[in-house]
């Protein structure tokens, strides 16, 4: 059992169980969908930026215990932080992802996504958050999401 | 063949799991923690060691290629080769009115009729008819031919059951093709295709079914079908990757354009203009997967061994036992009941995502697919993202039906 509880850690059964800032904002200053065709993952994102900084995000969607993890995760770490460090934070998760690289020192709590390296076949499943949030930030939606 | 028995000594399997499993080599190398439990032939089968030895036989003492090689290598390469075809012929109860094109795989072949039929034959207003429950490689293809041709797209619908709607209303003297799945790679269901095919002839319309996941299970006999087109795959059916087949009507295939273009598919060739060889060669342009097809007839000669009817009937006791044992269980739900169906069953497992759910059960050994299969429509309609799929061959028995039980019991424990 024990190889997949490094990709499974209880922080992440946690968040799965009980992810955090699900739900939707609205009006939103930001929105994204994320699509992850390989597997059927969904993430709708929705986001309040104001002066640069991303002041609340919340997420909704339907996916696997780690696809899941890593939105609440994410929104955890990203709320309250300036976009650019956000931007900083995508390179050094998706390196921590992809290579198991954690020395970055601001990876702060995303250090518990480490273990998906070894699985290359759950790699889109941690990034597919950051990837919608990446998207929503480059492009900013002139009538927020009133639904 | 001798039979095993269930835990509980009632049930009987007309096929011997262990003693199948020992023709292929991948059950002795994977199995060294726990035996490897392979529930996932309908994505791809394993291969015995009779395929793997007539491929490496071709590579290793006639390697050559095929219909132009006026040397002896040359010769048995063409002899292996088209005596390959002969095999998947008489495998499926083809005659002459019948030809086999050796193609990449069950795509390429649909891909054929869509293009070198299709583009030349639809017309805007007419109507292509498929199901609800395509695989997407029997719905893609057509989507392309109705947008360059201006045919319309219908669908003959399925129930929650898994079973296709009365289609007898679908049918409109507007149907030009019907493109029909056989066994579905989500439901398992055995489509009523001769009921189809008549009703297709009915208003004149051309007829292809899709049978990539019933003839690697089950008897097939092309002279009562009497479709006009066949598509399937080699590597379903134990044989290689990279080979399938289209068993066209000849009649057809000699009235149709060319698909790709090229060496071998030939007669005479100027710079200018150039004329066709003979069905089926005419759509075999290139040096053809002769490895491959050579893999393929030992892969049909193998199965021939055995007996289509008897690989149906294990794999229906399987199914049968392998239903009452999920469905003896609360957080398990499965998708569709047909009553016509091959080994392929579909569910979800409360609070597991079927992507975690195939992550964990490969910590003991055992592999199912987990996703959408190839067939977002149905997802779609079942309301899901994507569902979890256990599927069935002949070398599976009750033991791995067991094990994949108690790693759902134990996957549920650890991620919960």
């Known amino acids: 059992m024990d190889d997949l509880r490094e990709l499974y850690q209880e922080v992440i059964l946690d968040h799965n169980q009980n992810p955090q800032n699900f739900g939707q904002i609205e009006p939103a200053t930001h929105s994204?969908?994320?699509?992850?065709?390989?597997?059927?993952?969904?993430?709708?994102?929705?986001?309040?930026?104001?002066?640069?900084?991303?002041?609340?995000?919340?997420?909704?969607?339907?996916?696997?215990?780690?696809?899941?993890?890593?939105?609440?995760?994410?929104?955890?770490?990203?709320?309250?932080?300036?976009?650019?460090?956000?931007?900083?934070?995508?390179?050094?998760?998706?390196?921590?992802?992809?290579?198991?690289?954690?020395?970055?020192?601001?990876?702060?709590?995303?250090?518990?996504?480490?273990?998906?390296?070894?699985?290359?076949?759950?790699?889109?499943?941690?990034?597919?958050?950051w990837h919608t949030l990446k998207n929503c930030l480059s492009k900013k939606d002139e009538v927020a999401k009133t639904e | 063949m001798t039979v095993t028995l269930d835990p509980s000594n009632t049930r009987t399997l007309p096929l011997d799991g262990a003693y199948i499993r020992n023709n292929f080599p991948i059950f002795r190398n994977r199995s060294s923690k726990n035996p490897f439990t392979y529930l996932d032939s309908a994505a791809t089968s394993q291969t015995p060691q009779q395929v793997v030895d007539a491929v490496e036989t071709y590579y290793n003492h006639y390697n050559a290629n095929v219909h132009r090689s006026i040397y002896a290598a040359g010769e048995e390469a063409t002899e292996a080769y088209e005596s390959a075809r002969d095999k998947v012929s008489n495998f499926i109860g083809a005659d002459d009115s019948h030809a086999i094109v050796f193609t990449r795989g069950a795509t390429e072949a649909i891909n054929l009729v869509a293009y070198a039929w299709g583009r030349n034959n639809l017309r805007e207003g007419d109507e292509i008819l498929l199901t609800e429950m395509e695989h997407h490689s029997n719905l893609v293809p057509w989507q392309l031919a109705?947008?360059?041709?201006?045919?319309?797209?219908?669908?003959?619908?399925?129930?929650?059951?898994?079973?296709?709607?009365?289609?007898?209303?679908?049918?409109?003297?507007?149907?030009?093709?019907?493109?029909?799945?056989?066994?579905?790679?989500?439901?398992?269901?055995?489509?009523?295709?001769?009921?189809?095919?008549?009703?297709?002839?009915?208003?004149?319309?051309?007829?292809?079914?899709?049978?990539?996941?019933?003839?690697?299970?089950?008897?097939?006999?092309?002279?009562?079908?009497?479709?006009?087109?066949?598509?399937?795959?080699g590597h379903k059916m134990l044989g290689p990757t990279g080979v399938g087949v289209l068993c066209g009507r000849t009649e057809l295939l000699e009235q149709m354009e060319p698909f790709l273009a090229g060496g071998e598919m030939i007669r005479t060739v100027s710079l200018e203009t150039s004329t066709w060889n003979d069905v089926p060669w005419k759509f075999e342009a290139g040096t053809p997967n002769i490895a491959q097809a050579i893999g393929l007839g030992a892969a049909v000669d193998y199965l021939s061994g055995i007996g289509m009817e008897t690989i149906h009937r294990h794999e229906a006791a399987l199914i049968k036992y392998t239903l009452e044992r999920l469905e003896g269980m609360d957080e398990v739900t499965v998708y569709g009941n047909p009553p016509e169906r091959g080994g392929v069953v579909v569910f979800n497992v409360e609070g597991v995502h079927p992507h975690d759910l195939s992550q964990l059960l490969d910590r003991d050994g055992v592999a199912i697919r987990a996703g959408h299969h190839c067939a977002q429509p149905i997802m779609e309609k079942l309301g899901v993202s994507a569902t979890a799929r256990a599927s069935f061959y002949l070398y599976n028995d009750f033991e791995d039906v067991n094990r994949l039980t108690e790693a759902i019991t134990s996957s549920l424990k650890f991620i919960t």
């Open chain 1, 32 to 129: 994204g969908d994320g699509y992850n065709p390989l597997c059927g993952d969904k993430l709708s994102l929705t986001l309040q930026v104001q002066d640069d900084k991303v002041t609340d995000l919340r997420f909704r969607g339907s996916g696997c215990a780690i696809s899941k993890a890593s939105a609440s995760i994410m929104t955890t770490v990203v709320k309250g932080k300036k976009v650019v460090e956000v931007e900083a934070l995508f390179g050094a998760f998706h390196s921590l992802v992809t290579t198991g690289d954690t020395d970055d020192g601001d990876l702060g709590k995303l250090a518990v996504m480490a273990g998906v390296y070894k699985y290359p076949a759950r790699v889109k499943c941690a990034t597919l958050a």
């Open chain 2, 146 to 233: 109705a947008r360059q041709t201006g045919a319309k797209l219908k669908f003959i619908p399925f129930s929650e059951d898994g079973t296709l709607e009365n289609s007898e209303a679908s049918f409109t003297e507007k149907t030009k093709i019907v493109s029909v799945i056989h066994q579905s790679n989500v439901f398992g269901t055995i489509n009523p295709v001769n009921e189809i095919i008549n009703l297709a002839k009915s208003v004149g319309a051309v007829t292809l079914i899709d049978a990539a996941q019933s003839v690697p299970h089950l008897h097939m006999d092309m002279t009562s079908l009497d479709c006009d087109f066949l598509a399937f795959s």
